[in-house]
Structures are given as structure tokens and as C-alpha cells.
């Protein structure tokens, strides 16, 4: 089959919700008018924005920010070593790698040394390994944007990823989460910088074939400690009618993303009513109207008494967390002297 | 093993979205109460309705008449013979069967003689044959009500019906549809009967243990015109999420109901813009504010003048699909001649 760009080329990428079929060149343009244009209608990024990308080693974000760098837009990386086990080392190799190769050097975090691993917290907190992640990630995605000035924080998450978690939100009618989901979140007082998902409108299919053939080297391991096994029943389910009525996930996120719909208004209306609201993370817990730290987020955001992040609590949840890893080591400590 | 419920006999239907598994006479007691609840909760039915039960020969709608009779309601089913070669023949047959074991004469209109059989019509039309069935049965649903004095339609969707429908919906935002998805459309002005659909809170695989279980012999195969894979495919969709998550489509439908939910109340708010708004059927289609007929909603319905059923336009969408089968059959003969 001919590229249905060229016409001349062999098309390499076959995108049947698109009717379309792509040489790799003309899928590269294809690709970036696509994240172009995501930016574009929903205003997520600015010329004269300093863009804070963050890198997990996996496709998505790597993508991401090959992209941004290409339509030159001011970027810098971050990579956050979860400290786990061979999973972490082997992801910040392809990071460094990536950037590297593009005369760039990643920020990196290392929530070993900041005396927070991933793995550790989890079980001295007794929480979910990926809900702890949520909250760590998200005080560093803040943390560095402030200190290295950058004016929005990006982050890879595609066209699958967001219409999973749409379909999860809708079956349960999480209405806070519904409220909280889009592909841009403002800047909101007190330190919360503005946080997009340039991809939302490119399929993983298409993410993987852009990292593919432009030669990415991504991590394919997904993390060992996830298990967020519903997500990844969301996307099959999704999968299976994509396959049969190609097209079906971008009408769906698109509709809902639509401003006159009545989820949306519902949304807005919430918005304003409480004009800073926390941006709550794609693992979030909890489906009432509660910040990412659990307690109530009626009121104003006050600094945290230990970092001076936005909390609604006496010190914010990252704070608290860290503090529980800090007593269980010196009784651990204790214990053994 | 044993049954949840007596702890006796042993457990004949398994149903992991209630934790539960029942003996054959536990499962009718519980599935019967299932009903009850989803009448009692939308007020569906009150003990003084005269209830028309519209069966096809198929095990939902079989079981609907078979509990509504059991408690107590005042019923007669209305079998609508479409025309369609040797199904129609042997839907009948268990139609009249099972009313016969139960000491009833289903009411039965036959769209061959009344000019209207559904193949003929859809080629005549050329159009669906589920969009012209759905006009047709509406229309006698409506007209066979009011000619028995009839309070009520009652129709056997169950819970996997209504939520794959409620998934196509939203997937693709259809809010005239979705506003007017709901297991009771009340009674409006002009000959729009109520219609209820007792059965939303049970799935199809409950109501087919149930109708198995009571020895109600029913056809099992799909309609031959009914080509409506969509609606299938979303239902294989969230089967493979009710699979690992049992309960999921139940609380979908019931957070959908919630009268609070923003897209109920955007239902509510349109409906009293829209005093009389026709009931659209399940394949009634078009996306915008159409009645069934197609044409504009706004303003007030008026009696067809062929028929005297409410419509939007001069004659009513049945009417007009009976004119066309007329001339064509007219032509047809003239051209023989």
C-alpha cells in the first residue's frame, strides 16, 4: 500500500480511525500536526513558555519530549528515580540515553536520597505503591517547576490513557475526578503550576510508532509495581471498539472535553465555586469532594508548616508521608540498637 | 455449593456482582425482589395500572410478563408479528405457548395484514430494518394501549440492554439520546402512553437462568434483519469489565439514574423546556433535537390526519412508511399490468 500523503512512499503506519495510511515521513508530520493541533485547541502551551517534561523512560514521554523539541518550544527533563529495583536504573539509562543524543541533560530526582523510594513508603504507610507515587510525583512536578522557574509542567499521557480513565470515571460517575480530568489544569495560587498532556489527541499506537521509527530507544517494561489492572481493562474494553468503529476514542474524549456539555458545565460551575482547587493526579483517591491529601478542599490552600507546598492540612501529604518513612526507620533503628 | 440464602440445597446460578449463589427457588425469590426493587425505586408501576407487556418470544420479555403476573399485575401481552420469514413464525409459537400455560391470549397484530411487514417496508424504504421496526412498534405500542385502555407499556430491556445502549451514548455524546434514556418515559399529552422497563436492574444473564430455570421455553436466536453489531459490541465491552469487576454495570446505570447526576438534570431541565418531548425508541436515530419522525421537536405535536396518532408533521412517521409500501405495491401492479 502507497503513503496516502506522498503517494509515492510504501506506507509504514496504518491508521484506520483516521482513514489513513502513512510513509514514515509523512507520519511524522502527521504526528506533530496532530499534537499541534491538541495544543492548539485547548491554548496548553505558549511560545514563550519554559516547558518542565516529564520523563519516565517509557515511549509516551519520551515522544512527548521529542516533540515539544522539535516545534521549538524552551524544554528541560525530568526524571524521577522511583528507587525501585532494576526497573529505576533501567529507565533512567534510556532517559540519559534520549537526551544525550539530544544535547540535553535531564533534572533528576532521586527519591532514594531524598529519603522517599517508592517501594519503602509504600510499606511503611501500608498504602498503594502507585497512589504514594501520585502524591511524590506531584510534589516534585511542583518543587521543580517553581525552583527552575518553568511555567507549565507536561506530562505524556495519550489518547488511550485519558479515555480509559474516562470510561473508569464515568462508570462509577466519579464526579470529582470527571471534574478534574482534561488535558489542561491551570496554574492555581499557592504553587500548583499548570499542568497539560500535549498528546491527548494521539492514540498509544501512534505514540509507539513515532518512538519506533524515529529510533527512541523506551523502556516496554511496564513498572513492576503497578498493578492498576482496572485501567488496563479500561483499555481493552476501549481496544475492542476502537477495532470494530475506528474513530470511536477521539468522538468520546473530544464530546467530553466539548464545553457545552453538560458534564463539563458541571465542572466549570464547581470550578468556580471554589476557586482554588487542587489538581488532583491521575491516581487520586477517593471520590467525594476531597484534595489529593484526603481531607476536605472547601477553603483556601494554606503553605505547608515543613515545605511550604499548597495544602489544605497543617504540613501537605508528601511532608506527611515522609515523616512516617522517617519514624519507622529510627524505630526500626531503635529496635535494633 | 450450598446456596447463600437457605444454606440447604445446593446453588444452581452464581452471581459474583451480589456475592451471592442461589438454589433454584432462592434465585426466584431473589430475582423477583430485584424486580420489585427496580419498580419500587423509579415507581415504574402502581398496583391499579393495567399493564400492556410487549413480548417477542424472547427470554426477557417472556420473563417480564411471567413476574408481573406472579405479582400480582393486572397484564396482557401484545405479540407484533413483523413479517420476517419462518422467525416470526416460530417467536409466535412460544409466545402463544407460554401464555396459553398460563391461561392467557396475547393480543397479536400482524404487519402483513396490516400492510406493513418489516422487509417489505425497509426495502421499500430503504431503510433499516431496525429504524422501521422501532416506528412500527411504537406506533402499536401506543395505539394497541390506547384501544385496550392500557395505563402502561412495559418492555423487557435488561440491565446489559440499557447500559451497552447507555455506553454508545456517551461514547459518542448523543444527549438527545441520553436525555431521554431512562426506564420510565412518562405519559405525554396526545397518545404517548407510559413505558416502563421493569426489568433494568437484572442482566441478561440472570434473566436467562430465570426463564431456564422456570422451564419458560423461548427462542434463542437473534432477529435475522437485526444487524445491529454496535450495540453488541459494546455490550462484549463491558462484559469484560463486569468479568473482572463484578457490580460495575449496575452501579454505571444506577449513577446515570442518580436524579443529581449533571447529565440527568441537563435531561430534566431540557424535558421542561420541552413539555411534550416524543419518546424516542432504542433505534430511534439522529443525533439533534429530532422527534422520531425526524422533524423538528420544537413546539407542540398535533394528531396525524391519517391516522390521529401525535406527530410532528402533518402525517405521522407510521403512516408515512405505510403510504410508501402502498405505492410501491401500486406501481409494481401497474407495471404487470
Redesign the interface.
Known amino acids: 500500500m502507497k503513503c496516502k500523503r506522498c503517494r509515492r512512499a510504501e506506507a509504514a503506519v496504518d491508521l484506520p480511525s483516521h482513514h489513513a495510511a502513512f510513509c514514515p515521513d509523512c507520519f511524522f508530520v502527521f504526528f506533530r500536526r496532530q499534537v499541534k493541533e491538541g495544543i492548539r485547541k485547548l491554548r496548553l502551551l505558549a511560545p514563550e513558555d519554559r516547558v518542565l517534561v516529564c520523563v519516565s523512560g517509557g515511549k509516551d514521554s519520551l515522544v512527548l519530549w521529542d516533540v515539544l523539541m522539535e516545534e521549538g518550544y524552551e524544554t528541560e527533563g525530568l526524571y524521577i528515580d522511583l528507587g525501585i529495583d532494576g526497573y529505576s536504573d533501567r529507565s533512567k539509562e534510556r532517559v540519559l540515553a534520549y537526551a544525550a543524543s539530544r544535547g540535553k541533560t535531564p533534572i533528576v530526582v532521586e527519591l532514594a536520597k531524598e529519603g522517599i523510594p517508592i517501594p519503602e513508603t509504600a510499606r511503611c504507610t501500608r498504602m498503594q505503591e502507585c497512589s504514594v507515587c501520585g502524591t511524590v510525583k506531584r510534589h516534585f512536578f511542583n518543587r521543580v517547576a517553581a525552583e527552575g522557574k518553568f511555567t507549565v509542567v507536561a506530562t505524556g499521557h495519550n489518547l488511550d490513557d485519558e479515555t480509559a480513565r474516562l470510561l473508569g470515571n ?4 466519579q ?1 470529582d475526578h470527571l471534574a478534574r480530568q482534561h488535558p489542561f489544569l491551570p496554574e492555581t495560587g499557592g504553587g500548583l503550576v499548570r499542568k497539560v498532556k500535549p498528546l491527548w489527541r494521539v492514540s498509544e499506537v501512534e505514540t509507539a510508532a513515532y518512538g519506533f521509527l524515529k529510533g527512541i530507544d523506551y523502556v516496554t517494561e511496564e513498572c513492576p509495581l503497578s498493578f492498576d ?2 485501567s488496563l ?2 483499555k ?3 481496544s ?2 476502537e477495532e ?2 475506528p474513530g ?1 476514542r477521539i ?2 474524549y473530544q ?2 472535553l ?1 464545553p457545552s ?3 463539563r ?2 465542572a466549570e460551575a464547581a470550578a468556580q465555586d471554589d476557586a482554588v482547587s487542587p489538581q488532583g493526579g491521575e491516581s487520586a483517591a477517593g471520590a467525594g469532594p476531597m484534595g489529593e491529601d484526603g481531607e476536605d478542599i472547601l477553603g483556601t490552600p494554606r503553605a505547608c508548616a515543613s515545605c511550604g507546598a499548597p495544602t489544605f492540612a497543617e504540613t501537605c501529604s508528601y511532608c506527611r508521608l515522609k515523616e512516617r518513612v522517617r519514624q519507622r526507620r529510627e524505630r526500626r533503628a531503635g529496635g535494633r540498637g
Chains 1, 2 share one sequence.
Open positions: 464515568l462508570l462509577h460517575w464526579r489492572a482496572t481493562v479500561y481493552e474494553s476501549l475492542l471498539i470494530k468503529m470511536t468522538v468520546f464530546g467530553f466539548d456539555n453538560p458534564l458545565r458541571a
